[in-house]
């Protein structure tokens, strides 16, 4: 079962996808200092009261990472990767686990 950037994009009330190339997701991550962080992570910078993930994107960036969602997009980073900007990040993970989970037709325990 193939899980692409384009079939999440109507879920998670994207403000702004433009130009998004065929991406088809290996993990999801939201701690940066994951060691699946790679080309086939979808990283989402989620804000929480001690951290901001925004603030870990450009050492993600090298680490090969290059899509992200995120509520605003870095300085300096616009043209390093792409960006799905949304109004809530958490929300929009919720959203994307809420996806991702109705893709199988098991029972919930």
Do not use: C, W
Request: aromatic share 12%.
């Amino acid at each position: 079962m193939t899980f692409t950037l384009q079939n999440i994009i109507p879920f998670i009330d994207a403000k702004s996808a433009n130009n998004l190339p065929d991406f088809t997701i290996e993990n999801i991550s939201i701690d940066s200092r994951s060691l699946q962080n790679n080309q086939g992570t979808l990283f989402f910078a989620l804000k929480g009261h001690n951290h901001d993930g925004h603030q870990f994107i450009e050492g993600l960036i090298e680490k090969g990472v290059r899509f992200f969602v995120v509520e605003t997009i870095p300085e300096n980073l616009n043209n390093k990767a792409n960006f799905i900007i949304v109004d809530n990040t958490l929300k929009s993970l919720q959203k994307t686990a809420v996806y991702y989970r109705n893709l199988f037709d098991f029972p919930i325990i």
